[in-house]
């Protein structure tokens, strides 16, 4: 899980959607992840693939303005429908070299805790991972209307976070799962895992 | 996961299964997979098989009427009791390619969620893999009596869905797990881990 | 998963525990396999091994009457504290070759949901794998008190099971796993998943 | 999982710590391993790296009292932020070999069912692996305080063990994970599983 430049970032992506689709957390094609490169561009999953079993082909390279770049990108191949938020989260932050989004059944359940616009977050030793180091830390996660059209989605992402940058590089929306960023794929990776940790936790203590 | 034309669906259908199996959804032999090849007739696996470690000798080729074709058929093996099912699946829907049915212990939960014939499924995004489109959708999945007969089970399917087709391609049989159906392997395999998903959804809920 | 006379019993066993291992029904050493082969005595697996990596060398070679039959029988190793309900089981079941005993926590759970020396299950379709073909069956798995001293435990099976055989090839004991028996090995690990499914079921039925 | 002296004990660290990524027990690197080695020396690993896919060159060699050995120690790492604690460990139990941290969901719940400074564990047989062969035991486990700085909890371990040895090999350190010890590598894996089956069961019941 190191991150060299040797490396296609595509390989790092169907490492972790590989482990994320055994976990349940992108089981029927659900989820995208994507990986920005040094031109600027980035490599984000084709829509309707199994990501459990992904391969090189199954990726499209997009530019920052939604221009698909020919080369490398596979042809015939579809955009995932939620590729406007990736746009948004690589305008926003410009050290997001990598953004990941899964659908898991906690993130689901938590979405639905709070009707606001932020849901808190119990005061666990994971939330170090995440960049949190306090004791017993009040922190909140931004949770966002699930809109059928995603640009929705992505510029209320966009008008929020230009405002106001959340607390922990990760967002919710609600009924359709989590979206994380981070420095590199391994730091993405890591994200997703804590954040569905805390997911996990937060489900069976409500129980 | 790709479906062409040059690969034994056999071979589909042994994948899907060790995977079903893994989610614990095909234990102890329980559970059926199918699919029609171009004749018409379908490969079915065989009772009393463990679905975790199918071999191409462990499935039956049926013809629509119920008649076993021996070529390629293994000797000795006796269709899944379950087959009727299946028969009355790819008569009522003539595009279905694949039909598989599996018990995992949340389809068995759900299915006593009500005592009505419909079960209301929650407005989870990942409706859409399951082919509904629409901003916090009503939708619901047909739920059968399990009768010893499995035969019965079968007429009452086709006596329903001969007046109305269901909203998405899946139905319940209580405490006897969910059946689904698509155009393809690889969309059976997806519907079937969206349905198990949506359920688990349904379990953690009402908790 | 076929039980041939040409292969060694004891790689059934290892497969069986590897794969029990993996569902955290065996960790830390707990639980025991044994099969019996044709000269009426039976392996069993050694005490204090890893279920999760057993080897042919953490077996021990047993006779009815408890003695160790030295040939292949590993030195300086123990056998399982609880042997003596294997051997209670071969003796009451001519018929049983397999016999495994593993601890999940949805087992302990549901010992605890009665008081009574009988637990009544759900009428779930998975009891036809145990060999109950009723519509709505009525049925239930014995209980025992889980003492210090397992001999005493093995008594008491003796003593109920002498005057009235189990509706379904399984017990439990108190706090202390599950062990069920069947004509082959094959058997004994369908019928453990089937048990543990319905354990499962029963304990989210529950809550 | 046998533990002899020829084989590098970083190799069981590396097994070990990817059974728990498996398990869930260490996300997004979280939790630290370590083993103690005849010059009296410690192998922990380093700060931030995925627990999954451990090498080698990812552990720091220490002695006990903190000084970090070159030889065999990659540069530019960091050692755990928990090392405290292992130090401590190591200090206290003379016959410890091998001390494992990890950080469930179980384990953050129910270091929250108790006010006390000790959480007491229900009487299962899984105790026995423990050390604790008594019918219906008593048995408890010390819980700790999560200071943000990791020297304050290892001074609080440190003053209440020198005084009162613990029942079991093992301690809980508030919504911040487990920590358990054995005479060896393969023990530590043992008491890390039977202590989290225990935990796993107190959460199902409580609900």
Known sequence: MTNTSFVDPRLELIA??????Q????????????????????????SGRSKG???????????PDGRIEREGSANNLKPSAETSIHQ??????????ACYH?????????????????????????????GVW??????????????????????????RFSKTSPQIPALLIRNHG???????TTDARNYTELVEYIFRYMVAYKK
């Open 16 to 21: 972790a959607a590989s482990h994320f689709y």
């Open 53 to 63: 079993e992904l391969q090189l082909g199954d990726f499209i390279r997009m530019h």
């Open 178 to 184: 989590v979206t994380v960023w981070g420095k590199s």
């Open 134 to 159: 306090e004791e017993n830390p009040n922190c909140e996660i931004p949770v966002f209307t699930n809109h059928l059209q995603v640009p929705q989605i992505a510029a209320e992402i966009e008008k």
């Open 23 to 46: 976990q349940g957390w992108m089981v029927g094609t659900a989820g995208n992840l994507s990986c920005r490169i040094p031109d600027g561009s980035f490599w984000i999953t084709a």
């Open 88 to 97: 948004t989260i690589y305008s926003l932050f410009p050290d997001a070299i």
């Open 102 to 130: 899964v659908h898991s059944v906690e993130a689901n359940l938590v979405s639905g805790f709070t009707n606001s616009d932020n849901l808190s977050l119990p005061p666990l030793e994971m939330l170090k991972g995440l």
